[in-house]
């Protein structure tokens, strides 16, 4: 008579004939092709940036195809060379190579590394790769103003290796980094920030909460023009799970936005923004960091485009995007969706008082 193998030997076998996964550390490069920037960075225009993803194989979602980013840089600098959660976080990135072309999804807003004076090598901003329109934009944390934007492309080529391994480890050989000034190295530790660069533990530089603002003076047209308020009506129709108790499908958000008639361009019929509030709990909880506004007046519906960082018990960016008439408001530091919907600006002036904007 045979005898009937064990079950710890059968497991043992089912085991072995398995296939093994073995985890792969790989990069591709993306390719920005920039079409819009600020003034400030009007050379860049027509030229192509790049950067480089880093992301574990095996770990590749075989369903959705998705896979979590480990580690972002700027090249051809390498910037930073070793995963950072204050410089470059990537708690909000994901790649899907699912279908071409590939789709990368990103947002974050860095810290900023600290020149030996102590100043910042460049304003703080933040940075989304969006999977929609293959797009990629940095913005001014400031005020939500464009730096820069173009269309990206994730590359075919997939780069593996000792190089490669050692941006991740640390471990091995070294990139090429000959000429790089030793500050410019960083840690080869995730989450370890190098030198001049905040823990990571604190949030970055210029994204800490505000303080509680104090009463705002009011507001004064231009010789010849008048104050405009029109209320703006959202309907919510996307909302994070985090604000499941406060937002249902269907819910309506109501904000209110003023702008100068003194103001209003004869030709293109846009104007910015003096102030645009969020009504709260009864209130209008007033923003008047509006320098990256244009509201279109020029047919209806009116169009609003605008971007600001503003504090409503927490840290959030609240958008106003004027091709989609839609609203968002974004979680900081990682800009995750919190709500979204589509707007309505109704044209019919309302009552505003400037001595008392929370009215």
Do not use: C
Request: charged residues 20%; aromatic residues 6%.
């Amino acid at each position: 008579m045979l005898k009937q193998p064990s079950l710890l030997a059968v497991i043992t076998a089912a085991i072995l004939a398995a296939p093994q996964t073995h985890a792969k550390i790989v990069a591709r490069d993306i390719f920005i092709h920039m079409d819009q920037a600020d003034p400030s960075h009007k050379e860049d225009v027509g030229k192509i940036h790049e950067a480089r993803i880093f992301y574990d194989d095996a770990a590749i979602d075989p369903v959705t195809h998705h896979v979590a980013i480990l580690h972002q840089q700027h090249t051809p600098m390498h910037i930073p060379f070793h995963p950072d959660a204050a410089e470059m976080p990537v708690s909000n990135a994901w790649l899907d190579l699912g279908h071409k072309p590939y789709t990368y999804h990103m947002a974050a807003s860095p810290a900023v590394r600290l020149k030996p004076d102590g100043t910042q090598m460049w304003n703080p901003y933040a940075i989304l790769f969006d999977e929609q329109s293959h797009r990629m934009t940095i913005r001014r944390q400031s005020d939500g103003g464009l730096e820069l934007s173009g269309p990206y492309t994730v590359s075919d080529e997939v780069l593996s290796g000792p190089e490669i391994d050692w941006v991740i480890t640390g471990k091995g050989p070294p990139a090429n980094v000959s000429g790089m000034p030793p500050e410019m190295l960083g840690a080869a530790a995730p989450g370890l920030p190098p030198a001049g660069l905040p823990p990571a533990g604190l949030p970055p530089v210029g994204m800490g909460g505000p303080p509680k603002p104090e009463p705002l003076p009011a507001l004064t047209p231009r010789k010849g023009g008048h104050l405009v308020a029109l209320k703006v009506t959202v309907t919510v129709d996307q909302i994070a799970p985090e604000d499941s108790t406060m937002y249902k499908p269907g819910q309506i958000d109501i904000a209110r936005i003023v702008y100068d008639s003194a103001q209003v361009d004869p030709v293109t019929h846009s104007v910015p923004l003096l102030e645009e509030a969020h009504l709260i709990a009864g209130h209008y909880h007033a923003n008047r960091i509006t320098g990256a506004s244009q509201l279109m007046l020029g047919s209806q519906p009116y169009r609003l485009t605008y971007a600001s960082a503003v504090h409503h018990g927490r840290d959030l960016v609240v958008l106003f995007e004027g091709a989609s008439n839609r609203m968002a408001m974004l979680a900081r530091p990682d800009f995750h969706m919190l709500i979204a919907g589509h707007y309505e600006i109704d044209p019919q002036p309302v009552h505003y008082d400037p001595k008392h904007p929370e009215n």
